[in-house]
């Protein structure tokens, strides 16, 4: 006798199944599909450049401030350092600074705006804390603890990470006020489910919309807020080929090489512009009530 019970996907057919929902999304939604190839091009390039162009901090006094050419496609900087190389090596640096601020401010504002939405007593000391922080100009608390921390990537991501916190955390905790309200919610209290497996199955789910587009405008803030911090000598140590660095020092020049400015600065446009459209196709596709409240 066979047995008629209706068996569980298996662990590759939930992959495909997941990968086929992941397609028709992106074919739904060509913005965000050919965002997220840009970002990938961006991403590649970081990996490969080490490995394809020659060392960033390499120098030629006698090729120094070469126009573009074949032999140098981006030209040279003033001790004869290839800007080609110096603009794709520094695309690491913003994406890495990008990603580690993203994921400190997305677990961090997650943690903060649960607890504060759902914890009542909770709520008015954590929210008067960010409101605190965020009475601050974030590219003024970024130098501040720059000057308390020191230069490097790591104290630049932590600098940014803290001035960013305390918008998540509002925007989380803004999506819990209402959710917390909801029939199903209550319906879980009454059932005796304990507060942390109700955040975790039922609040979560539902900020997760609002946190995945507020985590695309946050990448795009840390990459401007490093390049700025480094332009004021407040970031990456000038040894390292950051588009932030690469505009510091081309600035001096920049009549008579303004290819200096231009390539890292059209770099740092274009990954930024990426992002953000990236963000508001998303909010498009999540939440589009929103999307058409936005539009009249």
Known sequence: MTDASPRSA??????????????AFLRANPVVATGLIVL????????????????????????????PSLAHPFGTDQIG????????????????????????????????????????????IA??????????????????????????VR????????????RMARIVRSSVLVIREQPYVEAARAAGTRTPRLLVQHILPNVAAPVIVQATYVFASAMIVESVLSF?????????????????EGRAFMQRAPWMIAFPGVALALLVLTVNVLGDALRDAIDPKLARQLRT
């Open 81 to 124: 350092r290839s800007t080609l190389s110096r603009t794709f090596n520094g695309t690491a640096i913003s994406l890495t600074v990008g990603a580690l601020v993203t994921a400190v401010v997305v677990v961090f504002g997650l943690l903060i705006g649960l607890v504060s939405g759902f914890v009542r007593w909770l709520d008015g």
């Open 40 to 67: 990938l091009v961006f991403a590649l390039v970081a990996l490969l450049a080490p490995l394809i162009f020659v060392d960033p901090a390499r120098v030629n006094p006698l090729q120094r401030l070469r126009p």
């Open 232 to 248: 004021l000598g407040a970031g990456t140590p000038p040894t390292v080929p950051s588009w932030g660095n690469m505009l510091a």
């Open 10 to 23: 298996t662990p590759l057919q939930s992959l495909a199944e997941t990968v086929g929902r992941l397609g």
């Open 155 to 166: 104290n630049v991501i932590i600098a940014i990470a803290i001035a960013e916190i305390p």
């Open 127 to 152: 929210m008067r804390v960010m409101d605190g922080m965020m009475a601050i100009p974030g590219i003024l608390l970024a130098i501040a603890l720059m000057s308390l921390f020191g230069s490097g």
